[in-house]
């Protein structure tokens, strides 16, 4: 009988939260955040205490330049005009990405054939590189907004999926240390229309590509059972067995705790409010009344409840009431959207695998807010083209409404809130990824549902199919398929959830 002989290594598992910041700088050497000793001297060089320190700067080390403007970080922190230290780093990717994948979609919607949708899934992440311009880079927030601004500035000659690689935005802009960047906007007409014609050829190329997917071409045949795994990886082998090794209902944090720990997100809305302007004369009693009777059909009004404040404004019902051009007492109350970040960590750790962006938006809520609030957005997308409904954040019209005065109408710096919808372009992005995330984890729902309809099989055996056809289209064990299976799954029941108890 052969004796195998066994090395036993002690490893220790550090409490995150209760190390200090050296003792943290110490198992996150090649990272940065909040805790590091450069983040501590530009606080103090900056004269400020809030911070806005995102999870690309966290992921990056403390000597990481842009590729942009060559910048290092010391130079690319900010103040923002509410008083935070802006250290933010930005994923940017080719948008002819988003159209490709709409283009796949629209030509090879969702097949009952297993096969044709492993092929249509491979034939589309197989194109990607072929079709987009650049790879998706890190760059800092400066030469993100410099690339939104050329964007702006040029909607009505630029196709909306066109995108400046980062070695073209180097060619517009004028770089100053600790500064937001100016554009040459005449240098980056010029790049667009030195690449029109290249971005024009690659967009019909994904579309001829997608219609001969469609159409029955370029398959491959997909291999059965389990993909080959390849040679044995010694870090496989060693987490398999620290995973053994630990308490039961252990899970394995730690990347998730270093980032919490990294990040920062002092909210510009914070800042102190100036003081309040004169108030104009408020309505009367009879005058108020009136208000409210007219507005006592609507649903939003009746859902506010009488000691309602418009959470970007802090006005009530009564004193968001003014006189409209006619001299009528009038007031409404809107319902927008407000997405919230995902807190879920296995939600987390898979949607930061393939999304665009860093923000990863898990849920939404509806929040009421006052005409006023709701006009500010209005009238920026009536300035300017290339923004939505989302392009201002709550946070964004607390800021630009500063103390705002009861019976008027806001009076707002339009030049900021620009550059604050260009700013959020990343939550756009993510906003975009969360829609389609919602809609990948409900198809998948309607996909085991619709397979259970067919082939009369129980849930079980129609989500075995489901997590085969996706383990084989993204070259995964068939464990690994099942178990993004049963993730999606649960995701379409929180978001199914989450709609019907926002009707």
């Known amino acids: 009988m052969i004796e195998l002989k066994a090395l036993s290594v002690a490893i220790q598992v550090p409490d995150i939260d209760s190390l200090s910041d050296e003792e943290f700088s110490e198992i996150a050497h090649m990272r940065d955040g909040r805790w590091s000793a450069q983040t501590k001297v530009l606080l103090d060089q900056f004269g400020t205490t809030k911070l806005d320190l995102n999870s690309g700067w966290a992921a ?3 000597a990481w330049s842009c590729p942009c403007c060559r910048r290092e970080k010391p130079q690319i922190a900010r103040m923002s005009p509410s008083g935070v230290l802006l250290c933010r780093l930005e994923f940017h990717h080719d948008h002819i990405g988003d159209l490709t994948k709409r283009i796949f979609r629209e030509r090879n919607p969702r097949s009952k054939d297993r096969d044709i949708n492993i092929q249509v899934s491979r034939a589309k992440d197989a194109l990607m590189p072929l079709v987009e311009r650049f790879e998706p880079t890190l760059i800092c927030i400066d030469c993100n907004l410099a690339e939104g601004r050329a964007k702006l500035d040029l909607a009505n000659e630029i196709d909306a999926d066109f995108t400046f690689a980062p ?53 491959r045949e997909v291999a059965p059972g389990q993909r080959l795994l390849g040679p044995i990886q010694e870090r496989d082998i060693v987490y398999r067995l620290f995973a053994a090794a630990t308490p039961p209902g252990y899970r394995h944090r730690l990347g998730a705790h270093i980032e919490a720990r990294s990040v920062s997100r002092d909210s510009a809305g914070q800042s102190p409010k100036s003081k309040r302007k004169a108030i104009v004369r408020p309505p009367t009693d009879s005058e108020f009344a009136a208000v409210e009777a007219a507005q006592r059909e609507t649903k939003t009004w009746g859902q506010a409840g009488s000691d309602w404040l418009c959470p970007c404004c802090d006005r009530s019902k009564r004193e968001i009431c003014r006189k409209s051009n006619r001299g009528r007492w009038t007031a409404q109350i809107h319902r927008v959207v407000d997405y919230v970040r995902e807190d879920d960590d296995e939600s987390f ?155």
């Not at 007409?189 to 219609?211: E, G, H, N, P, S």
């Not at 898979?350 to 923000?359: E, G, L, M």
């Not at 709550?394 to 620009?418: C, K």
């Open 60 to 62: 990056t080390w403390t």
């Open 167 to 219: 070695s073209e935005i180097a060619t517009f802009i004028t770089v100053v240390q600790n500064r937001t960047h100016e554009i040459d906007i005449e240098k980056a007409r010029t790049v667009w229309l030195a690449a029109k014609d290249d971005f024009a050829d690659r967009t019909d190329f994904a579309t001829r590509m997608a219609q001969r997917i469609a159409s029955g071409r370029h398959r």
């Open 349 to 503: 750790a898979r949607r930061r695998a393939i999304a665009s962006s860093q923000i990863i938006i898990g849920s939404y809520r509806r929040i009421l807010i006052c005409h006023d609030c709701r006009n500010v957005t209005a009238e920026l997308l009536r300035r300017k083209t290339g923004f939505d409904e989302q392009s201002l954040t709550l946070e964004d019209l607390r800021d630009l409404v500063g103390s705002a005065i009861p019976h008027s109408p806001h009076q707002v710096d339009f030049d900021q809130a620009t550059a604050m919808a260009i700013a959020n372009a990343p939550l756009r992005e993510a906003i975009e990824d969360y829609e389609d995330h919602r809609s990948r984890a409900i198809e998948v729902w309607a996909d085991v549902k619709g397979t259970m309809k067919l082939m009369g099989w129980s849930w079980s055996k129609a989500r075995d199919i489901v997590g085969y056809e996706l383990a084989k289209a993204y070259g995964w064990e068939l464990d690994e398929g099942d178990a993004h299976v049963d993730w999606l799954l649960r995701e379409a029941r929180r978001r199914l959830d989450l709609d019907e108890s926002e009707t």
